[in-house]
């Protein structure tokens, strides 16, 4: 399989924990994004990377929440002291540069995360 | 912020109907992009759309960048059940070609 895969796919945590997500894209693509979705709307920008390089944070992405993609391939992202409101689907998506031809985004699955 | 309104908000059509819906900002997209998505699941790219007017299939798909830059189109056509789910339209910030935006999106239901 050479899409996008994330990890876990489900995640239910009570109120003040720390949680972790994975996203492994598709391996030639550089730039990796993180969106969040809530039941009625579309997929919400959150940051994105350039290699390993984290090019732009959301103003939705409060300072509990971190992202890294280390070595430019897989990326994590950390949600601190979770609290009801964090509840969602995290995606993950992944594209080529965008001076290339095209640069749709391919989505993983989701992680959809439950705070009790 | 920018945004990408879509309509309708949902559709409940027959097995076997055409199905329109079609997604307008107020601003120019050079992109527009549509994606469906099945519950629990990521959204997944049907068609992207690159030039004002073009016309694309993708199978029983068929969507259209409109003339204004300002409007997208999907068609379906002989709806099935598994055509069930969230139409998406995005396409990338206008100032910011990195970043997607999405609309809300359309439900659609096929009844029995």
């Known amino acids: 399989d050479t899409g996008v895969s994330q990890n876990p796919r489900h995640k239910i945590t009570k109120r003040g924990q720390n949680v972790t997500f994975r996203c492994d894209p598709i391996?030639?693509?550089?730039?990796l994004y993180w969106y969040r979705q809530t039941l009625g709307q579309g997929p919400e920008f959150l940051t994105y990377?350039?290699?390993?390089?984290?090019?732009?944070k959301s103003r939705l992405l409060s300072d509990r929440f971190s992202a890294e993609r280390p070595k430019g391939s897989f990326s994590t992202l950390e949600i601190q002291r979770t609290e009801q409101g964090d509840s969602a689907m995290y995606l993950c998506?992944?594209?080529?540069?965008?001076?290339?031809?095209?640069?749709?985004?391919?989505f993983g699955p989701g992680t959809r995360l439950t705070v009790t | 912020g920018q945004q990408l309104n879509q309509s309708p908000q949902s559709m409940f059509i027959q097995e076997g109907e055409d199905v329109s819906m079609n997604c307008t900002s107020s601003?120019?997209?050079?992109?527009w992009l549509w994606y469906k998505q099945d519950p629990g699941e990521g959204p997944v790219l049907l068609i992207a759309?690159?030039?004002?007017?073009e016309l694309t299939s993708n199978g029983r798909l068929t969507a259209q960048f409109g003339i204004t830059r300002k409007d997208s189109f999907l068609n379906i056509s002989a709806s099935i059940p598994s055509d069930v789910g969230i139409y998406f339209c995005?396409?990338?910030?206008?100032?910011?070609?990195?970043?997607?935006?999405f609309g809300k999106g359309t439900r659609l239901h096929i009844l029995p």
């Open positions: 391996s030639e693509h550089n730039r």
């Open positions: 998506a992944s594209s080529s540069s965008p001076r290339d031809p095209s640069y749709e985004q391919y």
């Open positions: 990377f350039q290699n390993e390089a984290q090019l732009e």
């Open positions: 995005a396409g990338p910030h206008p100032n910011r070609d990195d970043k997607i935006i």
């Open positions: 601003s120019i997209f050079n992109t």
């Open positions: 759309l690159y030039k004002a007017g």
